[in-house]
């Protein structure tokens, strides 16, 4: 778990039951979902065993450690997990070293909620290695706090990730929103107590009780988020 900024302590959003918002980061603020999978294929293939497509939606969301060995298993590929993350976060960190597109409506969102001193944290799969690189394009300045898949004893699906968020900002989980595009980071979060934001990204997600789906991040903001959780005197 590491701090980008000083983590601030238990405050609510302007007097709003609203304590802090976690975000994920590939496929919910940058649009990258679709660059691991083009990594993945491109290192198998250069392996001699060509990926199926159907396999996306297993790999999609999860820990690199879950998605990495289902494919080895899948392909019976001669390679090891520690050497094949390498080679994964190596072609991805080539990839967004080339481009990095951000998801309709990130910048606005971030920029709003900094605006606002809404307590704000990263929570993703991805390694350190990987987030790094990704938040000098979105700005550490926007997060009082980042959690990495490579920093927690279990990672998505998992909640441990968004607890620890939540006590590192000082906040209760179920005053917390989180924004997520897949099942694997829905579960997470939902399994942590936390109010969810949908943005499905590869696959669907369905409504359900504390989970609200939308199209897309331009559908979200403070007012939007302040509006999920009810008022906890």
């Known amino acids: 778990m590491t701090s980008t900024v000083p983590a601030l302590g238990t405050r609510t959003a302007e007097g709003s039951a609203l304590q802090a918002v976690l975000l994920d980061m590939d496929g919910t603020l940058v649009d990258t979902e679709g660059f691991w999978w083009d990594v993945e294929k491109e290192v198998f293939a250069s392996l001699g065993h060509p990926l199926d497509d159907s396999w996306r939606h297993v790999v999609v969301g999860g820990p690199m450690t879950?998605?990495?060995?289902?494919?080895i298993e899948a392909t019976g590929?001669?390679?090891?997990?520690?050497?094949?993350?390498?080679?994964?976060?190596?072609?991805?960190?080539e990839r967004i070293g080339r481009a990095l597109p951000l998801m309709p409506g990130a910048a606005r969102l971030l920029a709003e909620l900094s605006e606002h001193e809404v307590p704000t944290a990263l929570v993703s799969a991805s390694h350190r290695r990987i987030i790094d690189r990704v938040l000098a394009s979105l700005g550490r300045h926007h997060f009082a706090l980042t959690i990495a898949g490579d920093e927690v004893p279990r990672t998505?699906?998992?909640?441990?990730?968004?607890?620890?968020?939540?006590?590192?900002?000082?906040?209760?989980?179920?005053?917390?929103?989180?924004?997520?595009?897949?099942?694997?980071?829905?579960?997470?979060?939902?399994a942590a107590g936390c109010h969810v934001v949908a943005v499905p990204s590869v696959a669907p997600i369905t409504p359900a009780a504390r989970?609200?789906?939308?199209?897309?991040?331009?559908?979200?903001?403070?007012?939007?988020?302040?509006?999920?959780?009810?008022y906890v005197g």
Not at 66 to 71: D, I, W
Not at 162 to 189: K, N
């Open 156 to 190: 998505k699906p998992h909640p441990d990730p968004y607890l620890a968020a939540a006590a590192g900002l000082g906040v209760d989980p179920a005053r917390c929103a989180v924004v997520e595009d897949t099942a694997t980071g829905v579960a997470a979060a939902e």
């Open 211 to 230: 989970r609200t789906v939308v199209r897309s991040l331009e559908e979200v903001d403070l007012t939007f988020l302040r509006g999920l959780i009810a």
């Open 66 to 71: 879950r998605s990495a060995g289902f494919l």
């Open 77 to 93: 590929a001669d390679i090891s997990l520690a050497e094949l993350s390498v080679l994964l976060n190596d072609g991805f960190e």
